[in-house]
């Protein structure tokens, strides 16, 4: 790794150390001037500077110690990461076990021109480079990915010169790419922000009808002040520059202005997609896109594998249909027939009643649901792994029914809630088929990588602007012709 590796690591206490050292100089106050030897330094250096002193020098000891004894190698066959310290090991990842390299670089890093390099491979432990320099790290991305894809490369064929701004390299398509003013458009129309407000609101009430002081400063302005800090830097710092580029490694999101993050995404372990338009975008037009991806953590702040990860923070509906199309060629919302539930569930949905629906096409299942967020949920068919239905009091009083689809993602369930039960049952024997047929079809047909859908992605970039893709039509379809519960299910 570079010989810089440890003081990334521990970046704070170094300039820390360094404010102070440049800060006494400044003032002229310089109390080390006047000792004559380093055991009178000690003697009368105090405790606060002693202790997280010899805390940072033990941290950069322990660093170099496993900065000297790391080595990584990459050989015809598999990515090693060779550890000689006290207790020796050695990680191995086959290439045709790799789902992504992702190059990230914090702020520290990022100051000092190195980066950090993550080989996953899905739900397992992947193997962490830090650091290289940002060349040599964006060398072994493309490297490692075009063997994982199968391709037989040289190092040569990879050096590609990268922006350091976006990453950016001669090569890459790029689809998408948001500005400052929509990504604090987005920020600034959104609910949590209105939330915030309103619980300040709430506790400057009650300070002034009734009295609260000590509810007003906690819960209501310091609360606000750490809480909006917290928002804005994870939406206008963390998504800063947003791009989402088709490179030679594959699908490729950028975002990041302190800390740059650039992550590959695994297309073909992509569980769901959720497009979401909250109120206050509706006005605008506007929606986001987060996408669930087995085994890959957050794609911006590294939550837990198959969580749901933001995918576009904000886009117009073309911007939505080429973000779509990139994962799913061809797919386009505003070209499906969305089926109603009866008017009877208008009793238990009288809000979302008007927006629910689903609808099927021949590689996925959509689904409508919310209120004041709506949400569109989009499952590909061979990711079902099984079907839920659901049938509470209320349903069974009304003949109702609500269905289910179960993905290996487990904070994600998408379904269509107060069906007609019969409907509801025969959509999902139907879906179990359409399922276990889409598993055979990829079986035959391995689904291809995001190279191979690229021209097909960037052309969808330049097409006239998609329909409406909030508000397809809704029909009242007659059930899928699949038997009633209860009755002999068909052969095959």
Do not use: C
């Amino acid at each position: 790794m570079h010989p810089f590796s440890p003081l990334v690591r521990l970046w704070i206490g170094v300039v820390a150390i360094v404010w102070f050292v440049v800060n006494s100089l400044l003032q002229g106050d310089a109390w080390w001037e006047n000792l004559g030897s380093p055991m009178e330094l000690l003697q009368q250096a105090p405790i606060w500077v002693l202790v997280p002193v010899g805390a940072l020098l033990v941290g950069l000891g322990a660093g170099y110690w496993g900065w000297w004894t790391t080595k990584f190698v990459i050989d015809d066959h598999e990515v090693r990461r060779e550890n000689t310290g006290a207790f020796h090991a050695s990680q191995r990842i086959a290439f045709n076990r790799i789902q992504s390299v992702d190059v990230t670089q914090p702020f520290a890093a990022r100051v000092l021109g190195l980066a950090q390099v993550t080989i996953d491979v899905g739900v397992g432990q992947g193997i962490t480079l830090s650091f290289l320099t940002r060349k040599r790290a964006t060398e072994v991305r493309d490297y490692v990915m075009a063997r994982a894809h199968g391709r037989t490369i040289t190092t040569a064929d990879t050096a590609r010169r990268a922006s350091a701004w976006d990453d950016t390299a001669e090569g890459d398509r790029n689809l998408i790419r948001l500005t400052p003013a929509e990504i604090t458009l987005g920020a600034l129309l959104s609910l949590q922000l209105a939330a915030l407000f309103t619980a300040a609101g709430v506790a400057a009430l009650g300070t002034f009808v009734f009295d609260w002081p000590v509810v007003a400063m906690g819960g209501g302005f310091i609360g606000l002040g750490l809480a909006l800090v917290g928002y804005l830097s994870s939406q206008l710092i963390g998504q800063f520059n947003y791009t989402l580029a088709v490179t030679p490694a594959g699908l490729r999101i950028t975002r990041g202005l302190a800390t740059l993050r650039s992550q590959t995404i695994p297309v073909h372990r992509v569980q769901s997609l959720v497009v979401e338009q909250p109120l206050l975008w509706r006005w605008i037009g506007r929606g986001r896109l987060q996408i669930s991806i087995l085994g890959l953590g957050d794609l911006s702040s590294g939550d837990q594998p198959t969580a749901m990860t933001l995918y576009l923070p904000i886009g117009t509906p073309q911007q939505i249909q080429v973000a779509l199309a990139a994962l799913w060629p061809g797919l386009r919302l505003d070209r499906l027939s969305f089926t109603r539930t009866p008017r009877r569930a208008r009793w238990l949905d009288p809000f979302q009643w008007a927006w629910q629906g689903y609808a099927l096409d021949d590689r996925v299942f959509v689904t409508r649901s919310g209120w004041l967020t709506r949400r569109q949920s989009i499952v590909p068919h061979p990711r079902v792994q099984s079907v839920t239905l659901k049938q509470g009091p209320l349903e069974r009083k009304l003949g109702l029914a609500s269905m289910g689809v179960l993905t290996a993602a487990m904070f994600d369930t998408p379904g269509i809630a107060h069906l007609d039960a019969d409907h509801a049952r025969r959509l999902a024997f139907g879906q179990l088929d359409r399922s276990r047929t889409g598993r055979y079809d990829e079986l035959l047909h391995p689904p291809g990588r995001a190279q191979e859908t690229a021209v097909w992605t960037y052309g969808f970039a330049s097409a006239p602007a998609p329909g409406d893709v909030w508000t397809p039509p809704l029909t009242s379809a007659a059930p899928p012709p699949w038997p009633a519960y209860g009755q002999p299910y068909p052969p095959g």
